[in-house]
């Protein structure tokens, strides 16, 4: 869909009149072989390629992301544990955050493929979990396991991370906090 969505696109446009194309991407794309991962980068490919003058920012995963990750983990809502693949570490991001960015490159000229934006911190899964389970007073068992789906696998190689461009400032516990206080209300 977002290739050839992507494609319908830069030709429905009128490449006379568009002065910058956007194109929203993830970190690490370029060094995985995860199909989804090779899908984004072969649209950044087709943009890049476009003739239209275009910015690309790539990013990591948003912190929505990531607790949608523990909140599918823990379907068993009565269980007194909840089993999470081992390794995994994650940089999230705030959504808010990367729009903020997205409407200030709007305003500016086209750059091609600009730094990677991160959060502020690098964090393993286990770690989010545990903050995530103290923030909903929850006091269940963490057990973990060997990551056997392949996206899980891919969180364990470092590709997703990019603790040099750690511009986010909004936190994971942060983030927990306005979740928490949005679910009560």
């Known amino acids: ?19 910058h194309f956007i194109y929203i991407s993830i970190v690490g794309i370029d060094k995985s072989d995860y199909p989804y991962y090779q899908a984004k980068l072969q ?23 990531v607790l949608n990750m523990i909140k599918t983990l823990d379907q068993n809502g009565k269980s007194d544990s909840i089993t999470i693949p081992s390794g995994l570490r994650f940089q999230s991001v705030a959504v808010q955050e990367v ?3 997205l409407a200030s490159i709007a305003l500016e000229q086209s750059k091609g493929l600009i730094k ?14 545990k903050s995530y389970l103290e ?4 006091d269940k068992d963490i057990v973990l396991e060997i990551p ?3 996206r899980h ?7 997703n991370l990019c603790p040099e461009n750690n511009a986010g400032k909004q936190t994971w516990k942060e983030y927990l906090k306005i979740y928490l206080s949005e679910i009560i209300m």
């Not at 990677?116 to 979990?129: I, K, S, W």
């Not at 923030?135 to 929850?138: A, F």
């Not at 696998?153 to 590709?159: D, I």
Request: no cysteine.
């Open 148 to 150: 056997e789906d392949i």
């Open 1 to 19: 869909t977002d290739i050839e969505g992507t494609k319908n696109l830069l030709n429905a446009v009128d490449r006379n009149s568009i002065k």
């Open 153 to 159: 696998k891919l969180f364990t190689t470092g590709v």
């Open 43 to 65: 649209v950044e490919n087709i943009v890049a390629n476009s003739g239209i003058p275009f910015t690309i920012l790539r990013t990591t995963q948003f912190h929505d992301f």
């Open 135 to 138: 923030t909903i007073q929850s």
């Open 116 to 129: 990677d934006f991160g959060g502020p911190e690098v964090l393993h899964f286990e770690e989010m979990t």
């Open 99 to 101: 729009a903020e960015l």
